[in-house]
């Protein structure tokens, strides 16, 4: 299972997103970047994640990285989220 470096320790990253991340174009700086520097993080009982949302330069939405709350250090997937966006704009999030 591959791994990422951020914030002092170390992610793994789940089949799931590994298989999804060429099409997503997700480069690991950019899941650095939001797990560094996130504008909010969402706890997601629904599918037992938390969720790490930043803005990344060049991009509209934000980007969301969930991470497993069972071990708090798998990434389960990341993709930019519209809906988030928008709650975010709009003073929700």
């Known amino acids: ?6 914030g002092g ?3 793994r990253l789940l089949a799931h997103f590994l298989e999804n991340r060429e099409h997503r174009d997700i480069p690991d ?9 996130p504008v909010f993080i969402e706890e997601d ?9 930043g803005f990344i330069e060049g ?3 934000l980007l969301m990285i969930a991470v497993s709350k069972a071990d708090g250090r798998t990434i389960a997937t990341a993709h930019f989220h519209s ?10 999030l």
């Open 29 to 37: 700086d950019w899941i650095i970047e939001v797990l560094n520097n």
């Open 9 to 11: 320790r170390e992610f």
């Open 45 to 53: 009982a629904a599918h037992e994640s938390t969720n790490y949302y």
């Open 1 to 6: 299972m591959a791994g990422i470096y951020a």
């Open 83 to 92: 809906g988030a966006t928008r709650r975010y704009r709009r003073g929700e």
């Open 59 to 61: 991009q509209r939405p």
